[in-house]
């Protein structure tokens, strides 16, 4: 449709948006007009983000409880929806000797109840009231977080509260989560790199308790009892080693009177010190090296660890700079790393650089490099030394400085658009002994780094007598099973895969609180956008998306797709690659690409004062894109090392296999990223073409969330996306139903913990039964802690540390798919009880109460989901691509508490009834497992 005129249309009338800015400033948004106020846009000159004026920090209030509770309140208006999280100041640093992971293991068992409210209760009320909650354990804290409406904080905190004195404990409970504990610790082994990665450390602290893994060293984990968990509870358990912090619609006078009534009679824990005290490290007089070798290593690695201070640890400035150090060599594709290892002189795949500020002792410096096939370890150090002798010698050019930091305090300023990452970053913080004025007080740290000061981080800190360098190796020894020849696609790689059929495992038989105004915008050129204005934080988000993806690559050029999406940001029109990143650099503009099977999608996020530039770049990416053959053979060459990663990997394995499985030769049973053989074929070309087929207007979908005004919006839609072909050029695909269950393929792989996919058909999403089968789905296996398969694999029995299914809908067909992982003397049991848990909920389908409980839950899921500009923009893109009606976030509550019990068990019976499709990846399993 096309108009001379802007054309907006509104759906709904409630605006959660409309709220105080996170100046703590009342500002009026939602209908307000650009606060340029300059109708010629185009040519308005734009700020710098470096700028003091481009910050717009949140409100923070703290006080503490005569027991010694510090508690945080962050107001950040975002909708009635609160982030609660309780940050202990105890991590696996504090670990008596010879019981690493004790901290780890005790925040797993702090979910198992309290005399008070037995196991499980927690879970339900945090569910019924359409909340989330988890928690994560660090060097130096442990943190319990809970995500729920605003109206329910003063119920979970009273949870909480309870939880830190009164945790009750079983035998049995306790062993089973040990069990859990152990097969997380078998999950981390599967992965080289993060066993490379406890060997470094291990190496780098041979003093310091950070020498040890957060999850603990495994003949450590199994020994543990039920009397070590209280006792290290009752240790540093107690509101004066705790921090409290609360983030969204939240005010000191409405919160504090919660917060004594629920902690306020707790008592201190005298016995805990001022101070924590671990042992330090000698200064190191060697060189060292670690190396690990394995057969499933594609490609090698290079990691470098420097032993650095940490913001604590720093001295006045020392932390900003090695900060902006790190974002300077490591930091995207202007990197000096990456430009110099990777594209002038073609050594390495890819770098990376990484500094920790969050740490109560000294940090890491991290610096890590691929190198190309063939070339020696020994070449990719020397390139990196003079990398690191060259910023030593000589500052950084102002403007490189600048870009730099611009992009670190973009990166901070996006972050106040979630309530949780404002609650991790404050509550970190406070936990490794920084201030809030510390906090607050950081993008202005970061400003005042000076190029000198660069230098001078990178003479001290990087001088090499501090550091470990780890090797990642592929296995040179005699083959074993599953060795790296094993890949994705049985086809290529030659490996014996045996499909079994089994027996057939089944015979027989109100309005959304708080949603968004979304607008329907169609500009005058007729470029049609679902819009939500938003100036709590200054910035837009925007998600696009061209129909076409993986299904319009050629069967011999698989991986096209994924190509292109990559290539896009690497040069166009004028620019070339170098250019075009700077301009991205220079704004903290975040423009990404990405290919699924049916969609090349794209998302764009800015701040409120770059949209002008950033427009335009995505403007010439989507219209003028260069593909450069240096800058195509550079990415080619990333594309096949993933590849060639993903083909050791169980995971990754069992995903290709089972999509193989599914959907045979119907484009959906190939991998979007291509395979070996494919991705090497492809030319510039064939990216070309498939640009000019794919990217134009007739499918084009646009969200967009932010700080930016209708008039303003249609012009910018016009100049970016006006210019693109009319129709686009694609290839039919045919629906397809999935392959008929059961059968079970087995990949042989030497890995220690076994990776089972498995699946079915689904319901598509336009069908009538699509919200029971997400409601049951739900009950069964969803994403989350409270599924029955959550409940019986892993909490009673103990077989797996997660599980879980989802559904998959595709515009040509649907799945649901989950994943296990056990040790292979165990995968049989697994496999048993999945099967039976499948035959349970075909035949009997959910309870009430099950049913009750997850309809609470999916509502609140929408608002949690909905709470960043990102996941609004992304949400809304996802409704057109469905073909859902503008409407429907206001209509998603009604729809979900229509769902009766009739439905949800036909669901199920639809689901499951009909068995599994399965792919097990590992050692042999037994055969209880039926794959012989």
């Not at 089973?176 to 780098?204: F, K």
């Not at 020894?477 to 079994?500: F, K, N, Y």
């Not at 979007?672 to 053989?677: C, N």
Request: proline share 6%; with cysteine; glycine share 8%.
């Amino acid at each position: 449709m096309k108009s001379t005129t802007s054309t907006i249309t509104k759906a709904g009338c409630t605006s959660a948006f409309s709220m105080a800015a996170m100046t703590g400033s009342k500002v009026a948004i939602g209908c307000s007009s650009d606060s340029s106020g300059n109708p010629n846009l185009r040519d308005a000159p734009e700020s710098s983000i470096l700028a003091e004026s481009t910050i717009s920090p949140e409100r923070v209030a703290s006080f503490i409880l005569q027991n010694g509770l510090q508690v945080l309140l962050i107001s950040c208006p975002r909708k009635a929806l609160v982030t609660q999280m309780i940050w202990y100041k105890v991590g696996s640093a504090d670990e008596p000797p010879g019981k690493s992971g004790l901290a780890h293991f005790l925040e797993h068992l702090m979910f198992k109840g309290t005399a008070k409210h037995p196991a499980g209760e927690f879970f339900q009320t945090v569910r019924r009231v359409g909340g989330d909650q988890n928690a994560f354990t660090s060097t130096d804290y442990t943190c319990y977080f809970q995500r729920v409406p605003r109206e329910h904080l003063g119920t979970i905190m009273a949870f909480e509260a309870d939880r830190m004195t009164g945790l009750a404990l079983e035998d049995e409970s306790v062993l089973s989560e040990r069990d859990v504990v152990l097969e997380e610790y078998v999950r981390h082994a599967n992965g080289p790199e993060r066993r490379l990665h406890d060997q470094i450390m291990a190496t780098l602290y041979v003093n310091h308790p950070y020498g040890h893994p957060v999850l603990g060293w495994p003949h450590e984990i199994g020994k543990f009892a039920r009397e070590d968990a209280l006792a290290f509870y009752k240790r540093f358990y107690a509101p004066n080693n705790a921090i409290l912090v609360i983030a969204g619609d939240v005010e000191s006078k409405d919160i504090r009177p919660i917060v004594e009534q629920s902690f306020g009679d707790i008592p201190a824990q005298l016995s805990i010190p001022a101070k924590r005290i671990r042992p330090q490290e000698p200064t190191p007089e060697v060189l060292r090296a670690v190396t690990l070798a394995d057969p499933r290593v594609e490609p090698p690695q290079l990691h470098r660890y420097h032993r650095v201070p940490s913001a604590l640890t720093a001295g006045v400035g020392e932390s900003a700079a090695l900060s902006v150090l790190a974002q300077l060599m490591g930091g995207g594709n202007n990197s000096r790393l990456y430009r110099n290892l990777v594209i002038d002189k073609k050594l390495a795949i890819s770098t990376a650089a990484y500094y920790g500020t969050e740490s109560l002792d000294d940090s890491q410096f991290v610096i890590s490099a691929i190198p190309k096939t063939g070339l020696e370890f020994a070449q990719i150090e020397e390139a990196i030394d003079k990398v690191i002798a060259d910023l030593t010698k000589n500052p950084a050019p102002t403007e490189e400085i600048d870009r730099v930091k611009t992009k670190l305090v973009a990166n901070l300023l996006y972050a106040q658009d979630s309530t949780f990452a404002l609650a991790r970053s404050y509550g970190a913080a406070l936990a490794t002994g920084l201030s809030i004025d510390d906090v607050r007080r950081w993008p202005e740290r970061i400003r005042a780094v000076t190029a000198g000061q660069v230098r001078e981080a990178a003479q001290k800190w990087l001088d090499g007598k501090g550091c470990v360098t780890g090797y990642l190796i592929k296995h040179s020894g005699p083959g074993r099973q599953g060795d790296s020849s094993t890949a994705c696609s049985s086809a290529e790689s030659g490996e014996l895969i045996t499909v079994a059929p089994v027996a057939p495992a089944i015979v027989g038989s109100p309005s959304s609180h708080g949603a968004p105004k979304v607008q329907r915008l169609v500009s005058r050129g007729g470029i049609e956008a679902w819009f939500v204005q938003d100036a709590t934080v200054p910035l837009i988000a925007m998600q696009y998306a061209f129909a076409g993806g993986s299904t319009q690559d050629p069967s011999e050029s698989s991986g096209l797709g994924s190509m292109v999406a990559r290539l896009l940001r690497e040069g166009s029109g004028d620019l070339d690659s170098k250019s075009f990143h700077e301009r991205l650099d220079e704004g903290g503009i975040e423009l990404n690409f990405a290919s699924t099977r049916d969609y090349l999608h794209g998302s764009l996020r800015i701040l409120k004062h770059t949209k002008h530039k950033a427009f335009e770049l995505l403007g010439m990416a989507l219209t003028s894109p260069r593909f450069d053959a240096p800058d195509v053979e550079r990415i080619q060459a990333e594309v096949l090392a993933n590849l060639r990663h993903r083909s050791t990997d169980p995971v990754s394995i069992a995903y290709c296999q089972f999509f193989e499985l599914a959907f045979t030769s119907h484009p959906y049973g190939r991998q979007p990223e291509g395979t070996l053989k494919s991705v090497q074929k492809i030319e510039s070309a064939e990216l070309k073409v498939y640009v000019r087929r794919v990217i134009a207007k007739d499918t084009l979908k646009i969200a967009v969330v932010g700080d930016i005004d209708a008039e303003t919006l249609d012009s910018l839609l016009d100049s970016t996306f006006g210019n693109l072909p009319e129709r686009a050029d694609l290839t039919e695909v045919a629906d397809v139903a999935p392959a008929k269950p059961p059968q079970r393929i087995f990949v042989p792989l030497d890995v220690p913990q076994t990776v089972l996919i498995f699946g079915g058909a689904a319901v598509r999403r336009s069908e009538p039964d699509y919200m029971a089968t997400r409601v049951v789905n739900q009950i069964f296996g969803g994403s989350g802690l409270s599924s029955r398969l959550f409940r019986e694999i892993r909490d009673k029995r103990g077989l797996a540390y997660s599980v879980h299914q989802n559904l998959m809908p595709m515009d040509h067909s649907a799945l649901f798919v989950g994943s296990v992982g056990t040790r292979p003397d165990r995968i049989g049991e697994t496999i048993e009880e999945l099967e039976r848990q499948v035959r349970r909920i075909a035949e009997e389908g959910p309870t009430r109460e099950e049913l009750d409980e997850t309809k609470s839950y999916l509502k609140g899921l929408q608002m949690r989901e909905l709470e960043t500009s990102s996941a609004l923009a992304y949400a809304l893109l996802e409704h057109q691509l469905d073909k859902l009606p503008i409407e429907y976030i206001e209509e998603h509550n009604a729809l979900i508490d229509a769902v009766r019990l009739e439905d949800a068990k036909r669901a199920a019976q639809r689901l499951w009834g009909q068995g599994l499709l399965t792919t097990i990846v590992g050692r042999a399993p037994l055969p209880a497992a039926r794959c012989e």
